[in-house]
């Protein structure tokens, strides 16, 4: 009867073992897929889509080892005025670099990737791309 205590114990923890090392086999796109799914990381983004909400788009999803922010146009952007909203764009991300950085510094450290990206998309409403920029971790 001990031996039979002794083989289930044995069993339990390996099986528990099994549950508890799961997430070490996670690829980087499935660690930043849970990250941006957690509560945290929700209510960041629901901040964001009710601060933008009335005129972008916004999607935040992981790909490789990059989070990707692409925020699309709700409405149409007259062609003439497209050089300038790109300039705008470049100007306005430069100088959110450290921000941006400093968040792919944060995701390296709370989702356990080495060399996480975010990825900011802008498109246009019918989904042509108008400005991107990748920032990557600096530690």
């Known amino acids: 009867m001990k031996k039979i205590a002794l083989i289930l114990a044995a069993a339990l923890i390996a099986v528990t073992s099994i549950f508890c090392f799961a997430g070490c086999g996670e ?8 990250y941006i799914a957690s509560d945290t990381c929700q209510k960041d983004i629901d901040t964001l889509k009710s601060s933008f909400g009335s005129t972008l788009d916004i999607d935040v999803k992981a790909e490789g080892e990059n989070v990707v ?7 149409d952007l007259p062609e003439e005025s497209l050089d300038t909203v790109k300039s705008t764009l470049e100007t306005g991300f430069d100088s959110m670099s450290s921000t941006f950085e400093g968040f792919a510094n944060d ?4 989702a356990g990737v080495d ?17 991107s920029k990748t920032y990557n971790a600096t530690k």
Not at 69 to 75: D, E, G, N, P, V
Request: glycine residues 2%; positive net charge; proline residues 6%.
């Open 27 to 34: 690829t980087p796109e499935q660690k930043l897929a849970n």
């Open 69 to 75: 922010f692409t925020f699309a146009y709700k409405t």
């Open 107 to 110: 995701i390296k450290d709370e």
């Open 115 to 131: 060399n996480p990206s975010v990825v900011v998309k802008i498109n246009t409403k019918d989904g042509t791309n108008i400005f």
